[in-house]
Every structure is written in C-alpha cells, then in structure tokens.
C-alpha cells in the first residue's frame, strides 16, 4: 500500500486539493468585479457625472439618486453680422405724359392717376382743385343711389280715386322713364297703358264707379319741389333735346320722340304726362290740372319702373341728363333732407360719406354735370373709382354699366385707332366750358390705374382728341408713369 501524497502548504497546497471549489469561487468574484463596473457606468449615464457610484452590496436594492440639474448655458451672441431682408425694388418711373397733359386744346388743365391696388398717385396736375365735372357727375349721382336706395329699388307711378265724382288722381313718384305708349328709349319702362287698363278695371267693379265717366284727372307731382329748371342751366339743352325739366311725373323723359336719344322737350313735362294718361283712359277730353291726392285715397292702380340695376347703367350709357336727376332727387327724398336741388348739397355728399370718402369739400348743384356750380375734384374722382373697380358694395353695377373706350356707350366712337381701345372704362362729360373723362385704366402693363381730367374754359370739341390722346398715354406707361 503506497503512503498518502504530501500535503503542500498554504493556498498553494488548499487550491491543489480542491481544485474545483476555487475555480467557482474565483469565477464569483469575476462577475461581481464586473456587475460593479456595470453600475457605475449606468449611474455616470444617468446622471451626467463622472464620479464613480459607492460599492453596492449584490444583495442590496438598488436606491433612486438625485442628481442636480445642468443650468442651461447662456447663448453666447454671434458676432458675425446678419444680412437684413431685402426690400423689393422700388418702381423705375420715367414714362411721362407730361408733354401730352400740355396741349393747348386741354385749356385749363387738371388732372391725377392713381394706382388702384396700392392708392398711390403717380400723375397730380391740380388733383385737390375742386371744379366742374360735366356729366362725369352722374357717376357720384349713381354711386349715391346705390348706397341710399340700392340696386333693387323701383320707382312707382300710381293712381288713386279723387275727391270729386268722376275724378282721380295720377300721382309721380318721381319716375321720368314711364312710358306713354308700350315702349320707350329706357328699358324695362313701366307703361302707360298697363296703369290704364288697371284703373279701367278698378273703376268698372266699384259700384259707386260702375257705368260712370272718369272726367277729370288731378295731377299730382309733389313728390318734387322748387324750381324745375336749374338756375344755373342754359335753356338751351331743353330745347337743343338733352334734357326736360325735373318734375315728379312725367313720361318719356318728356321726349317728343319716345325712342330717341336726343329729342325736343315740352315747355310743361307734367301736362304732357297728363294728356298721355288721359288718352290711354280714352278720356281725351278730360279735364287735366295739377292738384294734390286726397289722404287715404283708395287706389285704383300702380306700376313700378325697372329697378335701379337696369336704370343706372342706361343714364351712364347714354349719359342720360333727366334720369341722372330723378336718381339725385330720390336720393334727398329717402333721405329726408327736402326734394328740391338746394337739398342735393346735403343729401349726394351724405350718401357717398357712407363709401368712407371724405366728402366734405365737394360742391353738388344738380345729378347730372349741367352746372358750372357743381365742383368735385380729380383727387376725389380718383379716389371713389378705386372702390368702383373693388366692386364695393354695389358699385360693381357702376362698373359693368360704364362706357367702354371704341365699344359701348358715348366712348363707342373714341379710341377706336388707339392700342387703349377696350381698356379705357370711363364716363365722358361735356357742357360748353369743359370737357372731361374719368375712370378706370386696364394698363398696358397690367396694372389698374384711375384717373380724372378735366379740360376747362377755353375748349371746344377737340379737347376729347386731346383727352383720348392723354389717356392712352396712361395706358401705356402703365405703373411707371412719371409725375414729372
């Protein structure tokens, strides 16, 4: 039997007689090395830190610490200089219609064109002078309509049954357009002979009425007052057959030829509505006088003119003096400030106030441009045409009814050579010491401009050759138009 191995002394000697147990142990004390630095790692992670954690016991939960925040630094400034923003290029303006606005066939010249997106004016010749319009007036005269009666209103002409047996009353409402026969030059016109045949018929089915005669008519034009003729007017545009007097009844705009333009005008336009009544009755003989309608009268008929959207495009059109001055009028009457042409100075300023112009310096004698006592200046025209072209309100009706330079209306016969042909929008004006145009430019270069001139004193008919000519030299400068 061989004796037992000799023990070997020490850790040496322990680690050689159990070999496996030491192995286990050193392999724990490996993982518990490395589970420690595994720790610390996380905790400089999760706090931001390079300290390291304090050794944890491997039986010991793990414990929340609070860390203390990082202050957030302060920006330090750039010192580098920042390129600001680049503003856009002011317009090159160096196309003049200086030369143009010169012409001695222009007399006394005043003029402005605006750009009509950004209100700036580009041309001012006299711009703030407050003077004559011309018929350019009947442009403020539909603007107001609009804004006080609106687009949809109709005038009325009615009968009603009179104090008298055998009597009734033809009572205006202020509708010059009624027509004395089926048709006249104002379209969609009320007639005459549809008012008849409704009293015709009232008058047979009233038994107090019935199989009796209608004998006299009373004429009733109160809804107007003052003078009928304008002081300030040459009485020769009523014989000449532009304009009639301004009554509350009348028919035909007291044409003797209902369908034309121009025509010769009665002495007494409410008699002549009288006389057309009376025969569409079939009462000719009837006594005719003017007179007052009784209070509550029963009424035996009424017809209504076309409404303002039709009436004012045709005044425009034809610059059409009677039915500018029935709209001024009706005006002042809505608005309660009297029905004679002194309450035009109240009611036309009044009404176009409520577009947010300043209207305060404007001088209105009658609706339609005949006066030289009426003053308005470009700056203003200039100025209301902006929100004519906006389509403000129901200014777009104004628009749409505007003449149209070598198309429609009294521009049919001009710019018909010029390259503005169909981009001039415009009212035309003329009375014998001035001509004038105003409105609207569709430039060469696409920009909307608006403009007023007005040739004054000294002028006759080649003034609209010089105005034509001055107009489409705004057209073709366009938003490089020079002042200068």
Known sequence: MSAPPARTPGLRGSIARRPRLWAAGAAAVVALVLGGGAFAAGAVMAGGTTASAPPV???????????????????????????????????????????????????????AVRNATTGEVLFDRGAGSYARTASVMKVLTSAAALAVLGSAHQVPTTVVKGANPGEVVLVGGGDITLASGSANIYPGAASMLDLAAQVQAAWAADPSTAGTPITSIVLDASVFSGDRWQPSWNRKELYDGYSSEVTGLQVDGDRAEP??????????????????????????????????????????????????????????????????????????????????????????????????????????????????????????????????????????????????????????????????????????????????????????????????????????????????????????????????
């Open 259 to 484: 369908s034309a333009n121009v025509s010769t005008r009665s002495e007494n336009a409410v008699l002549t509505a009288g006389q057309a009544f009376a025969g569409a009755l079939g009462v000719p003989g009837a006594t005719l006088a003017e007179g007052l309608a009784p209070a509550g009268a029963a009424q035996l008929g009424q017809v209504l003119s076309a409404p303002l959207s039709t009436m004012i495009p045709d005044a425009l059109q034809r610059s059409d003096n009677t039915e500018a001055e029935m709209l001024a009028r009706l005006v002042a009457v809505e608005l309660g400030v009297g029905n004679d042409f002194a309450a035009l100075q109240t009611a036309i300023p009044q009404a176009l106030a409520r577009y947010g112009l300043d209207t305060s310096g404007l001088v209105i004698a009658d609706g339609s441009g005949l006066s030289d006592d009426n003053g308005v200046s470009p700056d203003f025209l200039t100025r209301l045409f902006m929100k004519i072209n906006a389509h403000e309100s129901e200014l777009g009706i104004i628009y749409d009814g505007l003449p149209v330079g070598g198309v429609s209306g009294t521009l049919a016969g001009r710019f018909t050579d010029s390259p503005a042909a169909g981009s001039v929008i415009a009212k035309t004006g003329w009375i014998d010491t001035g001509y004038t145009l105003s409105g609207i430019v569709n430039a060469a270069d696409g920009t909307v401009l608006t403009f007023a001139f007005f040739a004054l004193d000294d002028v006759d008919d080649s003034a609209r050759a010089a105005l034509d000519a001055l107009t489409t030299g705004v057209y073709e400068c366009g938003n490089a138009l020079s002042n200068s």
């Open 57 to 111: 016991a491997v039986s010991a939960p793990l414990r929340t610490q609070t860390q203390t925040p990082t202050p957030t630094p302060t920006p330090t400034p750039d010192p580098r200089a920042h390129p600001q923003a680049v503003a856009a290029p002011a317009p090159v303006r160096t196309c003049s219609v200086a030369g143009l606005s010169l012409d001695g066939r222009l007399g006394t010249f005043l003029g």
